[in-house]
RNA sequence: GCAGGGGUGGCCGAGAGGUUAAUGGCAUCAGACUGUAAAUCUGACACGCAACGCGUUACGAAGGUUCGAAUCCUUCCUCCUGCA
């Protein structure tokens, strides 16, 4: 994997990141595929909107089919056909969602599988082998997604452990693939800073992590239900901080306006499941605002869902056939919705660096943001 | 005609004298969703109002018994099943 910051406007960057499965061009929002798919949407349609790269998720796969039936019928590019880059998360997020049926000690998670109760460790050694398998071209290091709110206490020893738990994921990277910087010729590991809503936690955090001298470096922990300046002031302290030549990716995040808002402070990659599930619940981000098209007043609604829109959904459809399938429970409803909510957001992405490009980014911020909040 | 069983809020369906404006489910309306245990979840859902309270009307219809009835009695209307 290489990066290259081809040019910066203010603080946002626009940059390229080469893997051995092709280039991402950032900034860029990843669409979540947790068990090896994006929910909705065929791989063919992810090429023809224009998806980059997308995400599986290690616990999920681990469970379901399994690394080593992935790994056996070739990893997992080859296995869910999607011969373009994939990053996998760690697990780390699942240490935090699925906290009911988890237990954390120092040397992994122990998790009841949420399919069928039966116990499993996942630790750093354990990530580290689950996503070389996959064969994934970004591997996230293993850490404990802090929980907010949390005491200083707390987000001090969480920190504590995701460090740790970073070191033993790097050793354990170096050994399985021959390397010594987490860098393989088929995967790059990025670390996770940690640190809740306290910035100097944060920068401890960030200052361990830099210690190891990874390829690339993630904030996570943020969108765990803080109030939304948390999350702007988090990535605005922490983003400059971390390697001007080397990506930044904020986990989790967000909302278009958080796109926005977040590369304006210094990101390059985003992923969320936000574009995909609010699809398959009805409701559709335009650009105008947020549409939910289970409304009434759609009912006899003929125009598209967003006229300025150039997705497949938009350029064919109406908002009343829209509510109609949603309303009758229809799987292309789900479809439709994921494939116009998908577009809106690799197009804000596709907008967003163009407008860095030209030396307009803070012009297409201001007038994005404004364009938002219309009524639609 | 005889025997038996029913008619409950938009629909289905509980409740069998008093915390019942009436459990549930569906439908409807609105909202939420941020490294996916989510095609999920939450709220509203008789009518009116100066509305976390008050008033009115409600369990086929009309009477009645009772301090009190969707629940008991009478008549009527109506539906279903079996036998003629």
């Given at each position: 994997m290489k990066?290259?910051?081809?040019?910066?406007?203010?603080?946002?960057?626009?940059?390229?990141?080469?893997t051995s499965h092709g280039i991402i061009e950032t900034p860029i929002f990843m669409p979540v595929g947790t068990v090896g798919s994006v929910k909705a949407l065929t791989q063919e349609m992810l090429e023809t909107l224009g998806a980059q790269i997308i995400l599986g998720n290690t616990y999920h796969l681990y469970l379901r089919p399994g690394h080593e039936l992935?790994?056996?019928?070739?990893?997992?590019?080859?296995?869910i056909s999607w011969p373009h880059p994939i990053l996998t998360d760690s697990g780390g997020f699942q240490v935090f969602?699925?906290?009911?049926?988890?237990?954390?000690?120092?040397?992994?998670?122990?998790f009841r599988s949420?399919?069928?109760?039966?116990?499993?460790?996942?630790?750093?050694?354990?990530?580290?082998?689950i996503q070389l398998a996959l064969g994934s071209d970004i591997i996230m290091a293993f850490d404990e997604c802090t929980p907010y709110p949390a005491t200083l206490e707390q987000v001090e020893e969480s920190l504590e452990l995701t460090a740790r738990w970073?070191?033993?994921?790097?050793?354990?990277?170096?050994?399985?693939?021959?390397?010594?910087?987490g860098m393989s010729?088929?995967?790059?590991?990025?670390?996770?800073i940690q640190g809740g809503m306290y910035l100097k936690m944060r920068q401890r955090s960030l200052e361990q992590l830099l210690e190891l001298e990874l390829p690339g470096y993630a904030i996570g922990g943020l969108s765990v239900g803080e109030e939304?300046?948390?999350?702007?002031?988090?990535?605005?302290?922490?983003?400059?901080?971390?390697?001007?030549?080397?990506?930044?990716?904020?986990?989790?995040?967000?909302?278009?306006?958080?796109?926005?808002?977040?590369?304006?402070?210094?990101?390059?990659?985003?992923?969320?499941?936000?574009?995909?599930?609010?699809?398959?619940?009805?409701?559709?981000f335009t650009s105008q605002g947020k549409v939910n098209i289970k409304n009434a007043k759609y009912a006899k609604d003929d125009r598209p869902l967003d006229e300025n829109c150039e997705c497949p959904t938009c350029k064919r459809y109406s908002r009343a056939y829209l509510r109609h399938l949603y309303h009758t429970g229809e799987i292309l409803s789900s479809i439709l919705c994921t494939q116009h909510n998908i577009h809106f957001y690799l197009d804000t992405m596709k907008k967003i660096r163009q407008s860095i490009r030209l030396g307009l980014f803070k012009e297409f911020r201001q007038q994005y943001l404004a364009s938002l909040s219309r009524v639609s």
């Open positions: 990066f290259e910051l081809l040019k910066t406007d203010d603080n946002a960057r626009l940059g390229q990141i080469t992935i790994a056996s019928l070739g990893g997992l590019h080859k296995f969602s699925l906290s009911e049926i988890r237990k954390t000690s120092e040397e992994g998670v122990i949420h399919l069928d109760g039966s116990k499993h460790l996942l630790s750093p050694e354990r990530s580290m082998e970073a070191r033993r994921s790097l050793a354990e990277f170096n050994r399985r693939t021959a390397s010594s910087n010729e088929n995967s790059a590991l990025f670390g996770i939304k300046g948390y999350t702007y002031d988090i990535t605005e302290y922490t983003a400059p901080l971390l390697p001007t030549h080397k990506p930044r990716y904020l986990m989790g995040v967000g909302t278009p306006e958080d796109l926005v808002e977040c590369v304006g402070r210094g990101i390059d990659m985003f992923d969320c499941v936000m574009p995909t599930r609010n699809a398959r619940n009805g409701q559709l």
